[in-house]
C-alpha cells in the first residue's frame, strides 16, 4: 500500500506491505540504517526512533500507524553537518563502542532531555531502561547524556580531529628545506620542484587527514 | 620503560565514531550487494533424531523462492567451527551444513534461498519435515549414564584430559576444604545479531563479507568445506555489532559460502535473536569441584580440581576451552601441588563453545568461591586469604611452565583493598533486616596469546604517504572496543604523529597479510607489537632518509610532530611530507616497511575485583550497589577504552553471577526465546563501575601493554557471588544466584544442588 | 495471495464501520507492542487489521456522571502521569510506571493490555482492584457494559467477539478518604514481566481508626488477576498497624498458594509474596514502615 512518512523533516512516499514495520520500511525502504534490529520485539531498543515527541520501539509499530507523524531517526540527528550535543558527548565521554545500541541510545536520550532538560540520574537510567548494551555497563553513556544535559564537564575522550586540522602542524623550515632540496639536487642533478619550488609546503600540498576506514 | 610517552595513554574514542553516532556505518547487518539473495534457516524443533523426511514442494512452490537446501542436496562432509588454521590440532569434525541426525532444538535442518527476507522466512514455515526420534539426553550426568543413548559415534564422552604438577607435599594436619559450583550456559548477546553475507562467482570462487573475529580462519573453513583453492575465496571483515567470542567460530559462515557457491548469486544470511540464541553457541554450562588442603594458617599446599563441561550437540571448541580451565589456579596461587581432570561431554542441548575469557570465568568461579569457603573454615578474611598464597612478578606457572611474567595481581589486591575501603567494609555487619549487605572479592588471570601453544606470530605493513600520513596494513578484526585506534595509537607513538594520522583498515585475505585474528587474548599483545615494530621500521627508513637530507647522523636525530629533527637543535626540522617528497625525487617511491613478529611470551593478564551487594530477602533480588575492578594492564595503551572495556565487561559478569541462563525444558526446548525472557543487566541495575589500572610495562608488548578484553570479566561473577554468601551466611555455589535460589537457600528448602558432590 | 487490508478510522462511526466489515481473521491494533511481534510471522495473514490509534477520542481520560473514565487507547505513560488518574487511580498509574520501558509505556495501551489478556499485565491488575467496567462497541454499533471478570478470561482469552472492540473502563474514583498501592515482583528492577504483581486500594476511617473498605487484587499468579476477597473481609476493621501488615502479607501467601497448588513457581512466590505484601503495604503510608519479622 501507499505511505506518505515524514521522517527528519522530509516527507517521502513509499510502497509498503501493510503490515510492514515502520523499522523495515525505514531500513529497507528508506535505506535509513542506523535504526538497528536487535531482537525484534520491543526489549533491546536497538530501533528505538521518536514519533511526535516519544521514543518508541520501530520494531513494534507498523509503518501505518506513523502516518501522518513526525519521525525522527539517528540520521536526522546532526544539522547541517554538526552533530547534535548528544552525539557529541557520546564521543567525549567514550559512550561507544561496538556503537550498535548507540542509534537507539541516542535517541532515547533525546526523547528524554525534550521532555525534562536537566535530568536525575536515576531519570536516565530509567530513560535508558529498554536500551540494552553489552560493551559499556552504562556507565559512560550515562554521564554523557549527563554532559549533554550540562551536568558533566569532565570529558575524557579527544575528539578526532578534523580532516585538514592537522595540516600545517608539522613545517619545515625554509632554511632546512633549502638546504635539504640542495642535496637532492646535487645528487640528482634535477632542481626538485614540488617542496622546494616555493617557500614554504603546506599551503601548496593539498592536505588531507587520513583516510576513514583505512585503504 | 620510562620514556615520555605522547600518545600512548591517552584516551581515544573507537575510530569509528563519528560514522556509529550518525548512523551511518553499514554493519555486517546492513550491508546488502545489488541482486542479492536471502536465506533463512529451519532449525531442529526435536533435541535428538533422524530426519526422515523432507518435503519442500510447497515451499519451493512459493514465487520468489530459488531452492530449498538440506542433507539431500548440500555436502555432508564434516567440518570444524573452531578451526583456525589448517594445521590445528583439536578440531572436532563432527559437524555438517545441514543435519541429518539432528542433535538438538535448533540443529541446522535445512535452509530456504528466496527473493526477500519474508518470501525466504515464510517459506521456511511451508518445509515439512518429518523426524524419527531417538531419545535425548539434556543433563551431562544423563549422557554418562552407562544406557545412555549416544549423540556421536563414539559416545557422549567426547574429551578427558587429566594434569598434575608438582609434588604432592604432606597433609598431615592440614584443613580440606571441598566445594561444587555449576555455571550456566549464557548467550553471548551481542546486539547485532549473527550475519553473513556470500558472492558466489561465476568463476567458481565466491566473495564473503563477515562480522566475525578472524577472516583467515573463516576462509580455511569454507574453502576446506567447498574444495576451493584458498585464493578463489575472499573473505572481507565487516564492521560489527559485539562478539564476546560468539563470533569466533564458523557456524553461519560456511553455510552462507554454500548457498551462495550453490546458487552462484549473492545471499544474506541474517539470523534473529532466538536463532542466534539457540543455534550458532553459547558459553558452556559446567560444573567443577575443588578440594584444597593448606595448612591452619592458611597457606594452599594441594589444589584438586575435577571439571566437567556440557558441550551440547557438537564439540566445537569446547575440549580445547576445557583444557584451559586448568591452567588458571596456578597463574594467581602459588601451589606446590596442582592436579585437575576435566570431562566435556556431549549433550542434545545448543551447542557451546569460544566465550569471551575461554574458560576462566567458569574456572575462576569456581576457584575463588572456594578461597571463601576456605577462608571461612580457618576463620581468616578472605583478602587476607589470598594475600598468604599470590604468587609474586615473575614466577613461574607451575601448569604451564611459563614465566608469568611481571605479574602484579599481589599489587591489584593490596591497592584494591585501599582504595574499596575493604576491612571496613568486611567489617560491617551485614544487618539483621529485610536487606542485607555483603562485599566481595575475587582475583581471575588470564593470557596474552598463544605463545607456548604453537609459533603465535603476526604480520603487518606500514607504508607513509607522500603527505606525510601513515597506512597501516594489518588483518585487525575490531569487535567494537577499538582494535583500530589501538593500534593507530601505537604507530602514532612510535613516529610521533597524532593517531588521526594513522590509517588502519580491517582484515581482507585478498589484501591485508595473514593474521590468526582476534582470539585468545592476544591482539594487543602480539598484533600491537608486530605494530610497534613495523612502525619502528618506518621510523628508521625515515630517519635514515633525514639523515641525508639533514646531513647529520641517525643518532643525533629524533621524531615528534610529523617531523625528523635534530634532537640538541631542535629549530632544524624536516617534516615527513617533505621527506616523502624528496625521497620520490631520490629514488625512493615509497617509505614503507613489513614485518613479521613472532611473540616471545605469554605472560599473565590479572585483574581483582570487589562487589558489595545489597540482597532483599524477602524477593531474593541482588542489587551491585558498587564495584571496583583493579586491572594489572601492563600499560593502557588507550586508558580511557581500557576503563569503558572494564565497565562493560562487569556487566557481563554480573548477568553471569545472577540473571543470566539458557537452560533447556524436559523437551530439549530453551526457555529462553528473546531478550524478553533472557535477561541482561540493563541500566537501572548497573552499578557504576570504578576501575583502578596497575600498570608496570614490565612484559614484551607494546610499551608494556598487556591484555583486557577478556581477563575483565573473569573475576566478576565469582566476586558478586562472594558478596552475596557474605550478606547471607550461604554457600551459593550455582550460578546464577535467581531469587528462586536464595530464598529457597534462605529458608533451608530444597536448593537446586550440584548433583555430583 | 489477498494482502491485508488496513482501516483507520478517525471517529466512533467510522470504528463501528470498520468493525461491521471484521472477520475471524481481522485483528485490531492498538499501541502494537504484542501484536506487530506476532505478525511477523502470522498464524494466519489477517484479512483486516483495524488500527485504532487514530481515535484521539478514545486515548482521554476524564471524570463524568460519578465515574473515572479511562480510554482504551491511554497509553501507559498518559496513565502514569494523568492528573486524574494519580489523584482517583493511583494504583493504576503506578501499575502503568512499571510497565516495560520508556517505549513500551510509550506505546502500549490499557486496551491493549485487557484484550492481549495475559496473566501478568500489570494495568489489569490495577484495574481488578478498582473494580473497573469495560465498555465495547460491535460492528452493529450495539455498545456493551461487562465488568473486566466476564472480558478477560484467562492467557490470551477475552470474551471479546472479533468485531468487537474496548472503547474504556470506568470505575468509581477513589476519593481522598482512599489509599492505594501496587507492586510488583520482576527479574530485575525495570522492563520485567511481573512475576508476581498486587494491587491495593483501602479506606481508612480516621475517626475510627480503622480500615473501613479493603480490595486486593493479586496478578501473575494462576490465569488472570483475581480479587482476594477472603483477604479483603478480613482487613476491614482493623487498625492501619504491623499487625494488619503480616495479616495482609498472611492472606497474600495464601491466596498466593490457594491459586496456584503444586506449581513449580509456588514454592518462591508464596515466599516473594510476603516481601511483596510488605512493598505494597508501606506504599500506602498509613503507618511507619513496617518490616516482616525475620529470623
Known sequence: MQLVLTVNGTTYEVEARPTARLLDVLRDQLGLTGTKEGCAEGECGACTVIVDGRAVDSCMMLAVQARGKEILTVEGLAQDGELDVLQQKFVEYGAVQCGYCTPGMLMSAKALLMGNPVP?????????????CRCTGYTAIVAAVKAASGQDTRPLMEMPVEPGELAAEAVTDPDTLAAACGIVEAETGQPPGGPCSSGGSSEMLGFHSAPEGGE | MTEDLQYVGGNYPVHDVAQKVTGELVYGSDFSVPGMLHAKLILSTIPHGVVKRIDTSRAEALPGVIKVFSHENAPMDGFSRARIHPGQDMSFYDETLFSEHVRFVGDRVAAVVATSRATAEKAAALVEIEYEELPAVLTVDEALAPDAPAIHDGGNLLFEHEIEKGERPDLEGAVVVSSCVSTPRIHHAALEPHVCVAQGHSTGGMTVWTTSQGVYAARTVIAELLGLEYHRVRV????????????????IEPVCAFLAHATRRAVKLLLDREECMIATMVRPATRTTVRTACTPDGRLLDFGAASTLDSGGFAASTPDYSIHMCKKVTKIYRVPHYRHEGRVVYTNTPVGGAARGWGAPEMIAASEVHMDRVAA?????????????????????????????????????????????????????????????????????????????????SNASLKMNEDGTFVLNASLHDTGCGVVTTMRVIVAEVLGVHPDLVAAGEADTATTPFDYGTYGSRVTYVVGECARIVAEKVKDRLLTAAADLLQEPVERLGVADGAVHVRDDRERAIAYRDIARLSQMRHVPSIAASTTYYAVSNPASYSVQFAEVEVDCATGLVAVTDFLAVADVGRAINRGMVEAQYQGAVQMGIGYALYEHLDVDEKGRAGVDGFKNYHIVNAPDMPDVQVLLVEHEGDDGPFGAKSVGEIATVPTAAAVVNAVNNALGTELGDLPLTPERIIAALHGEEVAACSSC | MTQTQVLTPASLEELVAALAQATPQTRLLAGGTDLVRELRRPVREPDLLVDLTGLAALSEVRLEEGMLHIGALATFTELQWHPLVREHALCLSLAAAQVGSTQIRNAGTIGGNAANASACADGVTALTALGAVVITVDGAGERRTQSLDDVVLGPGRTSLRYDEAILEFAFPPLDAGHRSAFAKIGSRTAVSVARLSVALVVRFDADAGVLSEARVALGAVGERAFRASELEAKLVGRAADDETARLFADGCVAAVEASIPGRYSLPYKRHAAVGLAYDAWNMLALSAPSEPAWT
Not at chain 2, 237 to 246: A, R
Not at chain 2, 409 to 438: K, Q
Open chain 2, 377 to 457: 573454615a580457618l576463620r581468616l578474611d578472605p583478602v587476607e586469604l589470598r594475600l598468604k598464597n599470590m604468587v609474586e612478578p615473575h614466577d613461574t606457572d607451575l601448569v604451564t611452565g611459563l614465566p608469568l611474567g611481571d605479574a602484579r595481581v599481589r599489587e591489584c589486591l593490596e591497592r584494591g583493598s585501599v582504595a574499596f575501603d575493604w576491612a571496613a567494609r568486611r567489617a560491617r555487619p551485614a544487618g539483621r533486616g529485610r536487606i542485607r549487605r555483603g562485599v566481595g572479592v575475587a582475583a581471575g588471570a588470564h593470557k596474552n596469546g598463544m605463545y607456548g601453544a604453537f609459533p603465535e606470530a
Open chain 1, 120 to 132: 536525575s540520574e536515576q531519570d536516565i537510567r530509567v530513560a535508558l531502561a529498554g536500551n540494552l
Open chain 2, 236 to 251: 572481507i571483515k565487516l564492521p560489527m555489532g559485539g562478539s564476546f567470542g560468539g563470533k569466533t567460530e564458523y557456524i
